[in-house]
Every structure is written in C-alpha cells, then in structure tokens.
C-alpha cells in the first residue's frame, strides 16, 4: 500500500515531461501533462486522489462487494466532431469502426490475440465492457450518438476547449449517462488525452482523441491507424496509468500486480521477444504489447487481468449510473424520462437532503429509495407511499463526507442520482 501511495505521488507530481515519439514527431498520450493541469488548478486534487487510491485498495480487498464478473456493461457513447477542413470531418464509417475497435480489445476479441506472446496470454485480461452509439440524446429524442460543428479553430491541445461551444468546441453531454469523446485537429503532435475517474469527477469527463488516430478505416494514419490510441485513453478514463509508471527508472508503478515493472516507454515495433530493459531484464522481459505501452497500434493487443479487474471496480465506484444508462435504447430511455424524475437538494449536503419528486405518469404507490457508498454498500434504506409530488427528507447526517449514490425504484424502473456529503 505504502509504496502505490508513493507511485502516485511520483505520477502527479513529480511527472512534467510528455514521452513523444521522436521519429514521427507524434506525442503518443498528454493525460500526464492535463492531470498535472488539473492539480495546478485545483490545490485538493492530489489530496483527492490519495483518497481515491485508498478507496481502490478497500474494493480491490473486498471484491465480493462489487458486481458479478458475468455482468456486462454497455456504455454510451456520443462522438462529437469538430472539424475545420474535410478531412477532420471524418465519416461516420469511420466513427463506427472506432467503435468496434473498443468492442474488440475491451472483450479480448481483436484478431491479433494471436501475438500475444505465449507466456503473457495466461493473464491476459477480458473486460465487462461494451460500447455502443448513443441512440437517445439528453432531451431523449432519438441521435445517432455523433454531432458535428464547423469551428474556426486551428487546432485544440489540453486546456479543453475543445469541450465547451464557446471557445469553438461541443459541450459534453450529461457524463453521468454518455462517455464522452472528442474528436478534433490536436495539436502539436498529440494524438489524444484522457481525464481519470474521480470520486470528485467534473462534467467534462472523457478522452480527446486526433482525428487521423481514431477508427482504423477512413482518414487515418499509419502506424497509428487502427483505433489503439482510444483503447489506450479509454484505459486511462477508466483508471489505467501508464505501463511504466511515468518514471524513468524502476522506482515507479502501475499499480497493477500482474504487469512487469519497465524502466521507460516502449515506442514502434520491438524486433526481439522476450524485449528486455533495465527493469525487466530477464523471464519475460516487459510487456511492451500492452495498451497501456506506447507501441504502434498494430503491436498492441492486450490488457491483463489485473488491468481489466481495477477498470471495473473503478468505474463501478465512480459512475455506476454510466454503466446502467439506457440510452443506448430509444423506447427504455423514453419510458424511463416520462415516468419519473426527481430532484435532490442541496448538493453538496451537511446531512438533510430534501428529494424532490415528480410524476408524469403513475408509476405506483410504493416506491423505495436506498443511498449507497461508493464502496456499493446501502447505508440507508427506506419505503414510501404516494410519492407524487412529494418532497421527502433523508437524514444522512450519521453519514462521513464524501460521494453516495440515492436510488429511487420500484419493481419496473430505478433512477440514481450523485450525491456529495460534507459533514
């Protein structure tokens, strides 16, 4: 524990450098240098992560409080496009095969499996997750999950313009129910960034993705030309660090048990296997076919176990709604906004929280509402009656600060709403 504390400290703080491929004057990855703008901009960000990480350690020590590992996970996803030129406005073919790509390596069924090295396949992870276009938008008329905006923007880097309609990017949509992707002309080089899940998320939260370095048909280019650097920022959306540990020697991790400790990042095609380094200079060697490595996109072609493990207890502490959004569905979405809505407030809370309810329809008279932890614990549970329009208190006052989830449900539909307590 002691010492994945300390690799975290080393990751934000100490790491200022971008790692970039000098031969093809490419910067594979920035999620560094804008996780080091966010603790600039935010004093409590390390603090905050410190948090996080102990949180890890609880779930990662107490798996059977997290879901079944049969369940699967279909996630929402709006791809919103800025473009100056015909050529950034890449084509929805090409959307959609960045989608299958994430299908693909996120369930272990990309066609190059096969390269993976044989003494790596044994750990070789399978995710839970699945990614599908957005078929309802937030007023829950029907979309394709892609929109589009001329902008006269040259080009967009790290400081999130590209999220926002007022400095020539898009708004992201509700990040408690699509994961949100730019794609857009970065630059300098850069071919994509991610913001890492957080129990204090913002609501700018997903990857930012170079237009030629997403999809793998269309206009893309080589060597990053099929769809890995979304898998790789993804990876870091969902809680992934780098292979390395963003050191430069031995002294850094991953926080992953079953990826072998390497000294630096890995960039084309390593002609030897096993590849060895300073770090891993025997067995195995490194494990430089990882998505989370910085190899070309033809040489990536797996997440462990450990990895595939830590990215389903994050995203189940952090945006458990996400994972159960319907918005992939027209009619459920539909049915699920015209039946039922509330309100809570204040938020963030000292304790009495006031639930706002309203119906358009009559969805029954017995309704339950529970409040869970991030750890998937319910701290609270409680049955009401004729609940139309109805305001009703909840004492959480015995409660610790920090992030709980308030589920309102009965037996045909559910809706959650985030919480933050500071007692």
């Not at 390395?244 to 992953?256: F, M």
């Not at 945006?319 to 027209?330: F, H």
């Not at 339950?368 to 609940?387: D, F, H, Y």
């Amino acid at each position: 524990m002691k010492f994945l504390l300390n690799s975290l400290l080393i990751l934000f703080v100490c790491s200022t450098a971008i790692a970039s491929d000098d031969e093809m004057g490419k910067i594979r990855c920035a999620t560094v240098e804008y996780v080091n703008r966010l603790r600039a901009e935010n004093p409590n960000y390390l603090e905050n992560k410190q948090k996080d990480e102990l949180l890890v350690q609880q779930l990662l020590l107490n798996q059977a409080q997290s879901r079944a590992n049969d369940v699967v996970y279909t996630i929402p996803v709006v791809v919103h496009v800025l473009y100056r030129t015909t050529a950034q406005n890449i084509s929805d073919a090409q959307i959609m095969s960045q989608i299958d790509v994430l299908n693909e390596d996120f369930a272990r069924l990309n066609a190059d499996t096969a390269l993976t090295p044989s003494f790596f396949r044994s750990i070789a992870g399978t995710s839970n997750f699945q990614f599908c276009l957005a078929a309802t938008d937030p007023l829950g008329n029907p979309t394709n999950g892609i929109e589009r905006r001329s902008t006269t923007s040259t080009s967009f880097n790290t400081n999130n313009n590209v999220k926002h309609y007022s400095s020539g990017g898009l708004d992201a949509w509700d990040v408690n129910r699509y994961f949100n992707i730019w794609v857009c002309n970065l630059g300098s080089g850069l071919l994509g960034y991610a913001e890492p899940p957080s129990g204090t998320h913002s609501d700018e939260y997903g990857v930012v993705i170079l237009y030629d370095s997403f999809g793998r048909v269309g206009n893309v280019s080589t060597p990053y030309h099929k769809g890995r650097t979304t898998t790789h920022e993804i990876g870091h959306a969902f809680g992934m660090e780098h292979i390395w540990g963003d050191d430069s020697n031995c002294s850094g991790s991953d926080g992953i048990s079953d990826t072998p400790n390497q000294e630096v990042e890995t960039y084309g095609c390593p002609s030897t296997l096993p590849s060895f380094d300073n770090c891993s200079s025997s067995g195995n060697g490194i494990m430089y076919m990882n998505y989370m490595d910085y190899t070309d996109d033809l040489c990536m072609n797996m997440f462990t176990t450990g990895q595939t493990n830590r990215m389903k207890l994050l995203m189940e502490a952090y945006y458990p709604t996400l994972l159960v959004s319907t918005a992939c569905t027209i009619t459920s979405s539909r049915e699920a906004a015209d039946k039922f809505s509330f309100s809570i407030y204040p938020n963030p809370s000292d304790g009495l929280v006031n639930l706002d309810m309203f119906l358009m329809e009559n969805v029954g008279s017995n309704l339950t509402i529970s409040v869970s932890n991030l750890l998937g614990e319910i701290v609270k549970s409680e049955q009401i009656s004729n609940p139309n329009g109805r305001t009703h208190q909840l004492n959480l006052g015995d409660q610790g600060s920090g992030i709980y989830f308030i589920s309102v449900f009965n037996d045909n539909f559910k809706k959650t709403v985030r919480l933050e307590l500071i007692n």
